[in-house]
């Protein structure tokens, strides 16, 4: 079921390159809407990535929303999402969530995956679970 839908806007990025590896932090601001929440990305979001000789990319996003919840509820949500990319395969990221809200407080311990899509030259983070909350 999918639970949030995340969609980002890279607003800069800075990188290292070395022998070993290239680092590079993107940052990225962006909105979120669905039937579980609604809101926007905090100022500070950023998705750590480290690309690896051998063609992967670990990579390690970290950020906050400010919205409101299904029943309409101010509240706040921080997301550490993390994956590694492999050429020529499907990427599916680990999110872990926490959240100030009563009615989203089963996303903390929700067995989540995310998937990437593009949407409007936006990427899209798409957060999928059982979504048994009430």
């Known amino acids: 079921m999918e639970l949030l839908r995340i969609h980002v806007n890279i ?3 800075t990188e290292v390159v070395s022998e070993a590896l290239t680092v590079r932090q993107l940052f990225f601001d962006g909105f979120c809407d669905g039937d579980f929440f609604q809101g926007t990305i905090l100022p500070g979001a950023v998705d ?3 690309a690896m000789k051998d063609g ?3 990579l390690s996003a970290r950020y906050f929303l400010d919205g409101t919840d ?4 101010p509240c706040r949500i ?16 680990k999110p872990h969530i926490w959240t100030d809200s009563a009615a989203l ?4 311990s929700e067995e989540l ?3 990437m899509e593009s949407e409007n030259e936006l ?4 957060i999928h679970g059982e979504g048994n909350g009430d």
């Open 78 to 93: 921080y997301i550490e999402n993390e994956a590694v990319i492999q050429p020529g395969a499907e990427t599916i990221t």
């Open 70 to 73: 299904i029943r309409q509820q």
């Open 48 to 50: 750590t990535q480290q």
């Open 11 to 13: 607003t800069g990025a």
């Open 56 to 58: 992967s990319t670990k």
């Open 113 to 115: 995956y995310g998937t």
């Open 123 to 126: 990427l899209v983070i798409v």
């Open 105 to 108: 407080k089963f996303l903390e």
